[in-house]
């Protein structure tokens, strides 16, 4: 399994950012974003099922978006309206239909004027 993530970088508060995944080499069950700020231990972001159901965090609900094109096996996270709180490195991470994890690279959000 190998995967691709791409689009971190600096914003201002209130600014957008769309975060990339691209994955091959399996099947997927389950496609998902999670975080991890200074200090603190890595939390779920948002992920997207392979049925299209998405989960999200109760601090990006409203805010963040995942989606997903399949003839691309790319998985996306919009991020509008950030906030200095979102810093952090944002991983990309899949599950296959065997219940296996794989992360992938780091990118780094951070939100600041």
């Known amino acids: 399994v190998q995967l691709q ?12 950012l ?11 069950s389950k496609r998902g974003w ?7 231990q890595r ?8 049925g299209g159901s998405t989960n999200y965090a109760d601090s990006v609900k409203g805010r963040f978006t995942i989606s997903r094109d399949s003839a691309k ?9 950030l906030k200095p709180e979102d810093t952090a490195v944002y ?3 899949v599950v296959t239909l ?4 794989y992360w992938g690279q780091g990118t780094q959000v951070t939100v600041s004027s």
């Not at 970088?9 to 209130?14: E, H, I, N, S, T």
């Not at 999670?34 to 603190?40: D, E, V």
């Not at 939390?43 to 392979?50: H, K, P």
């Not at 096996?73 to 309206?81: E, G, H, I, R």
């Open 5 to 16: 993530a791409s689009g971190g970088g600096l914003v201002q508060p209130g600014g957008s």
């Open 91 to 93: 991983y990309c991470n």
């Open 34 to 40: 999670y975080r991890q700020a200074p200090g603190k």
């Open 73 to 81: 096996s790319t998985v996306y996270l919009q991020m509008n309206s």
């Open 18 to 28: 769309r975060l990339s995944c691209a994955a091959s080499g399996a099947i997927f």
């Open 98 to 101: 065997v219940g296996n994890f």
């Open 43 to 50: 939390e779920l972001v948002a992920d997207i099922t392979s």
